[in-house]
C-alpha cells in the first residue's frame, strides 16, 4: 500500500476557511466515492470532524494522487482550489502513517490529547467499510492507529493534558462567567458532541438543562438518559426566547448556517437580571452562534477559534514526549511488518519453485529408476528436500530480514531477478494481477 494523505486542519487554516469547507449532508459520502473512483487510487476513507478534512487513499501514483485528491477537495467544499491550496497538507507513506498514528493518540487534536478523536477515527473507518471503499490495506492501517491511540492513553498520562473539547470550553466559560455549577443551560443539538457536553454539565452539577433539536426524538432520548428531574426537552423553534431564561448555551449542530443570532442574543442579554455574561459555548463547523455575539456587552462568547487561542497559550501538554516516542515506534514497526509483507508472495512463490523443481526430479529419478524399492525412495526424497530447504533456509530469512528495512523492496525484486520467479506467480500468490493494483479484500471492495 501506497499511503497518501491530503487535508487540512485547524494547524493549517483559520477556522473562516474551515468553517467554509466544512462537509454536511450527503457531501462526505459523495466525496469518499469520488476519491475511491479515480484512477489512480485503490481505497479511500474519509476523517471529517469540526476541525480537520482528511482524505486518505491508496494511490500508484504520488503527484497524480496529490492533484486528483485536492482537486475533490475543493469541489467538495466549495472552496476554490488556489485559496484552498494554501491551506492544504500532503504526507505519503512513513510520514502518512506517523500523521494518522499521531491523530490517533490526540497530538493533532485542537486540545492535545482529547480521546474523543479515537471515536471519529472508529467512525471514519466504519464509513468507508460501509461504502465499500476500504479494502485491507486501510482496514489494517485503521485499526493499527485505533490501537496506538488506546495505547497512548493507556500507558501515558496524555489524558491529563487531552480534556475533550467541551470540558476544555466550559473551562473557558468558567472563566469568564463563573463556575457551572447551578447555572441554568440549555444545549441545542442532540448528536455525539452535544451528548458528551449534556453529559459533562450535568457532572459539573448543572440541575436545570433544556435540550433542543431539529428531531424532537433525539432530545427526549437524551432526557430520558440524563433524567426527567435534571434535563426537559425544549422546541427548537422556541430557543430563541429561552436564552433570557438560562446562564449557558451550548451549541453543536449540524446546520449550514448559523442557528443563534445575534439580535436574539442582544435581546436575551436586555433581560437578563444576573450580573454574570449570558456564556454561549459554540462547538459547531460550519458555526452555530453568530460571531457578531462577540462584540455584545453582557454576552461571553467561546467557539472553536478562541478554543484555539486559549490551548496555544496553555502550559505542557502532559506526557506528549512519551506519546510522541510510542508513535515513532510504532510507526516503525507498522512500516517494517508492511514491507515484510511485500516480500511474503515472493519467498512463497520461490518456495513453491524449488517444490516444482524436486517434484520433477523425484519424476524423472523414478521413471529411470522404476525398480527403486519403497524405503529407498523416500530416504532419497527426504534427503533431497532437506537439501533444498537447507539452501533456501538462509537467504529467504535474510531476504525478510532485509526487506523490512526502508527500500527493502528492491530485495524481492532482486530474489525474483535471480531465482526467473514468474511474475504471474508470485502475484497469484498476493491476489494481484500482473501490472495491477492490489484488490480490495471482501472487507471491502470498490
Request: hydrophobic share 45%.
Given at each position: 500500500?501506497?499511503?497518501?494523505?491530503?487535508?487540512?486542519?485547524?494547524?493549517?487554516?483559520?477556522?473562516?476557511?474551515?468553517?467554509?469547507a466544512?462537509?454536511?449532508?450527503?457531501?462526505?459520502?459523495?466525496?469518499?466515492?469520488?476519491?475511491?473512483?479515480?484512477?489512480?487510487?485503490?481505497?479511500?476513507?474519509?476523517?471529517?470532524?469540526?476541525?480537520?478534512?482528511?482524505l486518505?487513499a491508496?494511490?500508484?501514483?504520488?503527484?497524480a494522487?496529490?492533484?486528483?485528491?485536492?482537486?475533490?477537495?475543493?469541489?467538495?467544499?466549495?472552496?476554490?482550489?488556489?485559496?484552498?491550496t494554501?491551506?492544504?497538507?500532503?504526507?505519503?507513506?512513513?510520514?502518512?502513517v506517523?500523521?494518522?498514528?499521531?491523530?490517533?493518540?490526540?497530538?493533532?487534536?485542537?486540545?492535545?490529547?482529547?480521546?474523543?478523536?479515537?471515536?471519529q477515527?472508529?467512525?471514519?473507518?466504519?464509513k468507508?467499510?460501509?461504502?465499500?471503499?476500504?479494502?485491507?490495506?486501510l482496514?489494517e492501517?485503521?485499526?493499527?492507529?485505533?490501537?496506538?491511540?488506546?495505547?497512548?492513553?493507556?500507558?501515558?498520562g496524555?489524558?491529563?493534558?487531552?480534556?475533550?473539547?467541551?470540558?476544555?470550553?466550559?473551562?473557558?466559560?468558567?472563566?469568564?462567567?463563573?463556575e457551572?455549577?447551578?447555572?441554568?443551560a440549555?444545549?441545542v443539538?442532540?448528536?455525539?458532541?452535544?451528548?458528551?457536553?449534556?453529559?459533562?454539565?450535568?457532572?459539573?452539577?448543572?440541575?436545570?438543562?433544556?435540550i433542543?433539536?431539529?428531531?424532537?426524538?433525539?432530545?427526549?432520548?437524551?432526557?430520558?438518559?440524563?433524567?426527567?428531574?435534571?434535563?426537559?426537552?425544549?422546541?427548537?423553534?422556541?430557543?430563541?426566547?429561552?436564552?433570557?431564561?438560562?446562564?449557558?448555551?451550548?451549541?453543536?449542530?449540524?446546520?449550514?448556517?448559523?442557528?443563534?443570532?445575534?439580535?436574539?442574543?442582544?435581546?436575551a442579554?436586555?433581560?437578563?437580571?444576573?450580573?454574570?455574561?449570558?456564556?454561549?459555548?459554540?462547538?459547531?463547523m460550519?458555526?452555530?452562534?453568530?460571531?457578531?455575539?462577540?462584540?455584545l456587552?453582557?454576552?461571553?462568547?467561546?467557539?472553536?477559534?478562541s478554543l484555539?487561542?486559549?490551548h496555544?497559550?496553555?502550559?505542557?501538554?502532559g506526557d506528549?514526549?512519551?506519546?510522541?516516542?510510542?508513535?515513532?515506534?510504532?510507526?516503525?514497526a507498522?512500516?517494517?511488518?508492511?514491507?515484510?509483507?511485500?516480500i511474503?508472495?515472493t519467498?512463497?512463490?520461490?518456495?513453491s519453485?524449488?517444490?516444482?523443481?524436486?517434484a520433477?526430479?523425484?519424476?524423472?529419478?523414478?521413471s529411470?529408476?522404476?525398480?527403486?524399492?519403497?524405503?529407498?525412495?523416500?530416504?532419497?526424497?527426504?534427503?533431497v528436500?532437506?537439501?533444498?530447504?537447507k539452501?533456501?533456509?538462509?537467504?529467504?530469512v535474510?531476504?525478510?530480514?532485509?526487506?523490512?528495512?526502508?527500500?527493502?523492496?528492491?530485495?524481492?525484486?532482486?530474489?525474483r531477478?535471480?531465482f526467473?520467479?514468474?511474475?504471474?506467480?508470485?502475484?497469484?500468490v498476493?491476489?494481484?494481477p500482473?501490472?495491477?493494483?492490489?484488490q480490495?479484500?471482501?472487507g471491502?471492495?470498490?
Open positions: 500500500m501506497s499511503l497518501l494523505v491530503v487535508g487540512l486542519s485547524h494547524r493549517t487554516a483559520p477556522v473562516g476557511v474551515l468553517e467554509r466544512a462537509l454536511t449532508g450527503d457531501v462526505p459520502t459523495r466525496l469518499l466515492h469520488d476519491a475511491a473512483a479515480t484512477a489512480t487510487v485503490a481505497e479511500a476513507a474519509l476523517v471529517n470532524t469540526c476541525n480537520r478534512i482528511e486518505y491508496d494511490v500508484d501514483k504520488f503527484h494522487g496529490v492533484a486528483e485528491l485536492s482537486l475533490l477537495l475543493a469541489h467538495h467544499s466549495g472552496v476554490d482550489l488556489e485559496e484552498l494554501a491551506h492544504l497538507y500532503v504526507h505519503y507513506e512513513d510520514r502518512a506517523h500523521h494518522l498514528f499521531s491523530v490517533a493518540c490526540g497530538l493533532d487534536s485542537m486540545v492535545v490529547g482529547e480521546g474523543q478523536i479515537l471515536g477515527l472508529r467512525d471514519a473507518l466504519a468507508a467499510q460501509d461504502e465499500h471503499t476500504a479494502g485491507r490495506g482496514n492501517l485503521f485499526q493499527q492507529a485505533l490501537r496506538v491511540g488506546k495505547r497512548a492513553h493507556s500507558e501515558t496524555i489524558d491529563k493534558a487531552g480534556q475533550s473539547l467541551v470540558t476544555f470550553g466550559l473551562e473557558q466559560v468558567a472563566a469568564g462567567a463563573g457551572i455549577a447551578g447555572k441554568r440549555l444545549v443539538g442532540a448528536g455525539s458532541m452535544s451528548s458528551l457536553a449534556a453529559a459533562t454539565l450535568v457532572r459539573s452539577g448543572v440541575t436545570d438543562l433544556l433542543a433539536n431539529r428531531t424532537p426524538a433525539r432530545a427526549e432520548r437524551l432526557v430520558e438518559i440524563l433524567g426527567p428531574d435534571v434535563a426537559r426537552t425544549l422546541d427548537l423553534a422556541k430557543v430563541p426566547e429561552a436564552l433570557a431564561d438560562v446562564d449557558l448555551v451550548i451549541s453543536c449542530t449540524g446546520a449550514s448556517g448559523v442557528v443563534i443570532k445575534a439580535e436574539d442574543v442582544a435581546a442579554v436586555a433581560l437578563r437580571t444576573s450580573p454574570q455574561p449570558l456564556a454561549l459555548l459554540d462547538l459547531a460550519p458555526r452555530d452562534v453568530d460571531h457578531a455575539v462577540h462584540e456587552p453582557g454576552a461571553l462568547l467561546v467557539d472553536l477559534e484555539s487561542h486559549a496555544a497559550a496553555s502550559p505542557g501538554a506528549v514526549d512519551e506519546v510522541t516516542r510510542i508513535v515513532s515506534n510504532e510507526v516503525t507498522f512500516g517494517a511488518a508492511q514491507r515484510a509483507a511485500r511474503a508472495p519467498v512463497v512463490a520461490l518456495r519453485m524449488a517444490s516444482d523443481v524436486v520433477a526430479e523425484l519424476g524423472r529419478l523414478d529411470r529408476l522404476p525398480d527403486l524399492d519403497e524405503r529407498s525412495r523416500a530416504e532419497i526424497t527426504q534427503t528436500r532437506r537439501v533444498v530447504d539452501l533456501l533456509h538462509a537467504p529467504t535474510r531476504v525478510k530480514q532485509l526487506a523490512a528495512e526502508p527500500g527493502g523492496a528492491s530485495y524481492a525484486e532482486a530474489l531477478e535471480l526467473d520467479l514468474d511474475p504471474a506467480a508470485v502475484h497469484a498476493s491476489g494481484t500482473v501490472g495491477g493494483a492490489p480490495p479484500s471482501a471491502g471492495t470498490r
